[in-house]
């Protein structure tokens, strides 16, 4: 069966057909899913038997290993050992063994946000794997960044123009960093434009988040929530969403400059056993940066 490219919704979001990715892979399908990448943001791939080196091997068909800012397992974590595991895989799982946790993000919902914003080169990818899945929930959300964009009217992406906007993450899954409680040089944070042009297909995305976007520079906090929440209403629309419900054996891999994700929350009960790993990126390009004008 050849390789073919099917959109799962009208924003975002396409599953790829025809490939085994634990494979060696043919060049000309590589062009197929970069070009499909491209074009849908987020590439989903069913019913892949995948162990830690054979995913890592596909993820390095797309570029460098990417690195990763903060270290979110704590002090008493226990990483597992294994063919599906390595030292370059995160762990993403609420399983504790021991009663050491063997990943980090482990319960519940977690918002919106894009990996690594708060730093100054952050992950263009990120690949997760799903080895095991709660009996519901936990499902990973994408929204378009180049549709929430489009659909601004006119009179807010003039306000939004030339922005930045601080994004910063320390543990919280479901609240942003209480800067009253934790100083600014305490915690991982970058100052990013709040509209970024994609190095690749030249296109404007909107670049925040609610749970890492926290202060756009030049208005007041007041002014800076208040703009914040009219932005989410575009963000966070469900109109250019796909929201994927995980089966044990899906890859998905997104672009971390075109499309922002969010988990939903699932019993705390039931084991979830995810691994990712990133792809490495550059500084993000601010969409009004004449040098790079598509
Ligand atoms: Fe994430």
Known sequence: ???????????????????????????????????????????????????????????????????????LEPTNYKRPEGPDYNADAM????????GKPIGVLPDGEMWFHHDMCYSAEPNRASFLYSIEVPSWGGN??????????????QSLKDRIEGRTVLQAFDEYQDRRVDFSERPLDSV?????????????????????????????????????????????????????????????????????????HARTDFPREERRLMRRYTLAGEPVIPAWDQRTAA
């Not at 050849?2 to 043919?26: C, F, M, Q, T, Y």
């Not at 762990?91 to 021991?98: A, G, H, P, Q, T």
């Not at 990973?140 to 009217?153: H, I, R």
Request: charged letters at 25%; proline letters at 7%; aromatic letters at 8%.
């Open 1 to 71: 069966m050849p390789i073919s490219v099917h959109p799962l919704s009208p924003s975002i979001g396409a599953e790829i057909r025809g490939v085994d990715i634990s494979k060696p892979l043919d060049p000309k399908d590589v062009a197929v899913m970069r070009q499909a990448w491209l074009d849908h943001c987020v590439l989903l791939f069913r019913d892949q038997p995948l162990d830690a080196e054979q995913q890592r091997t596909f993820v390095r068909a797309f570029g460098e290993l990417g690195g990763r800012k903060v270290r």
């Open 91 to 98: 762990l993403v799982s609420n399983i504790r063994e021991d």
């Open 140 to 153: 990973t959300m994408f929204s378009s960044m180049y549709a929430a964009y489009e659909n601004l009217p």
């Open 188 to 260: 991982p944070h970058c100052f990013q434009p709040i509209v970024l042009r994609h190095p690749e297909t030249g296109k404007r995305a909107i670049y925040v988040s609610r749970l890492m976007s926290h202060r756009i520079e030049g208005l007041t906090e007041a002014e800076s929530e208040a703009l914040l929440e009219e932005l989410f209403a575009y963000t966070e629309d469900p109109a250019i969403r796909y929201e994927h419900v995980w089966r044990p054996g899906d890859l998905l891999m997104w672009d971390n400059l075109c499309s922002t």
